[in-house]
């Protein structure tokens, strides 16, 4: 079992735009493609059974990038967007919006866990942690006691998500314990990538994030 998360490299246009596919213009020409090749040719000896992606252009097209020429369907993933900001702020007055930044950012991180700006933390938690779960029911890796209970065919599958910094922290944090709290405790650069193997134990396998070293020596 391995789960690989991967964040959409540097975007162009629209953030919110949902685009059909094959998508084009989501990533900047000169640094988001390029990211998105980069990683590719990287990781073009890892072997995926499952790909998934947010729906915003940005991190579909960085999928498409990055798995392209392999035969492997992309499901989209409705709840994995980004944070959510509250576009009824867009109304404002841009004066009275730039005041509400202002105060949301001077506050201490305890007093974050939901502002008038967008989603909290927990608001995110509901949206994306049950619909992944159900997501890996669906391909053989059942959550259970804090861990994951494969079907016998599905301990050696792989799964890849392409995503964002805000949804892949709030999913890496869920996978591996880590304490809720409103500032996210791992930073995704653009097209940075978390690798999740996993370990068993009396049956049940969890989740651990494999640190890899910057050099091939011995491997």
């Known amino acids: 079992m391995r789960l690989t998360l991967i964040r959409h490299g540097h975007m162009a246009g629209d953030p919110f735009i949902c685009p059909e596919r094959p998508v084009s213009g989501c990533l900047s020409d000169d640094c988001g493609v390029l990211?998105?090749?980069?990683?590719?040719?990287?990781?073009?000896?890892?072997?995926?059974?499952?790909?998934?992606?947010?729906?915003?252009?940005?991190?579909?097209?960085?999928?498409?990038?990055?798995?392209a020429g392999r035969e492997l369907d992309i499901r989209i993933l409705p709840f994995m967007h980004e944070w959510m900001p509250n576009r009824e702020l867009e109304k404002l007055p841009s004066t009275a919006f730039e005041a509400m930044q202002r105060e949301a950012g001077g506050g201490y991180a305890e007093e974050m866990w939901k502002t008038e700006m967008g989603e909290g933390y927990y608001d995110m938690c509901a949206r994306i942690v049950p619909p992944f779960l159900k997501e890996l029911g669906g391909i053989g890796w059942h959550g259970r006691m804090g861990g994951f209970v494969p079907d016998e065919d599905a301990k050696s599958r792989s799964a890849v998500v392409f995503a964002h910094g805000g949804s892949l922290g709030v999913l890496l944090g869920f996978l591996l314990g880590v304490r809720a709290f409103p500032v996210s405790s791992f930073a995704f650069e653009h097209t940075g990538i978390a690798t999740l193997d996993f370990a068993e134990r009396h049956g049940i396998f969890y989740p651990q994030l494999v640190l890899p070293a910057l050099h091939r020596v011995g491997k």
């Open 35 to 67: 990211q998105a090749e980069e990683t590719a040719a990287a990781l073009k000896d890892e072997v995926y059974d499952y790909a998934f992606s947010s729906p915003y252009g940005r991190a579909l097209q960085t999928a498409e990038i990055v798995l």
